[in-house]
């Protein structure tokens, strides 16, 4: 298995597919990297050699910020709409729909979905 970014992509899928398992980088992202790199999207995991790896390795490192920076980085930006006390940042604490969408009929996976009291008795 090829390890990329702290992520082992699985040897049978194509590359571009592969490269949508890392945080961060969706199927237009993948396919960006792989024309910057010379390599078809259409091969495997497991036929790229060493050295095209470190190439799809050091264009991930220099152009994007993936996985647990990533990561760190939404979890910083949510925490501060909460500090700041706005609407956004309200609406992440109460744990309902942040951009704009109905609660009346739908937002039920947002909403049913509640969190452990301790020392709660039924």
Same mark, same amino acid.
């Given at each position: 298995?090829?390890?990329?970014?702290?992520?082992?992509?699985?040897?049978?899928?194509?590359?571009?597919?592969?490269?949508?398992?890392?945080?961060?980088?969706?199927?237009?992202?993948?396919?960006?990297?792989?024309?910057?790199?010379?390599?078809?999207?259409?091969?495997? @995991?497991?036929? /790229?050699? $060493?050295?095209?790896?470190?190439?799809?390795?050091?264009?991930? #490192?220099?152009?994007? +910020?993936?996985?647990?920076?990533?990561?760190?980085?939404?979890?910083?930006? @949510?925490?501060? /709409?909460? $500090?700041?006390?706005?609407?956004?940042?309200?609406?992440?604490? #109460?744990?309902?729909? +942040?951009?704009?969408?109905?609660?009346?009929?739908?937002?039920?996976?947002?909403?049913?979905?509640?969190?452990?009291?301790?020392?709660?008795?039924?």
């Amino acid at each position: 298995m090829a390890r990329i970014a702290w992520v082992n992509l699985p040897n049978w899928k194509h590359a571009e597919i592969a490269l949508t398992y890392i945080y961060g980088i969706g199927k237009t992202v993948s396919n960006e990297i792989l024309v910057k790199v010379w390599i078809e999207k259409t091969r495997k @995991i497991e036929t /790229l050699s $060493e050295d095209e790896l470190d190439q799809i390795r050091d264009e991930i #490192k220099s152009e994007f +910020v993936v996985e647990w920076d990533l990561r760190r980085l939404v979890v910083g930006n @949510i925490k501060r /709409l909460q $500090e700041i006390n706005c609407y956004r940042g309200q609406r992440h604490r #109460k744990r309902l729909p +942040v951009r704009g969408q109905s609660t009346k009929t739908n937002a039920k996976t947002r909403k049913w979905k509640s969190t452990a009291v301790a020392g709660k008795k039924k």
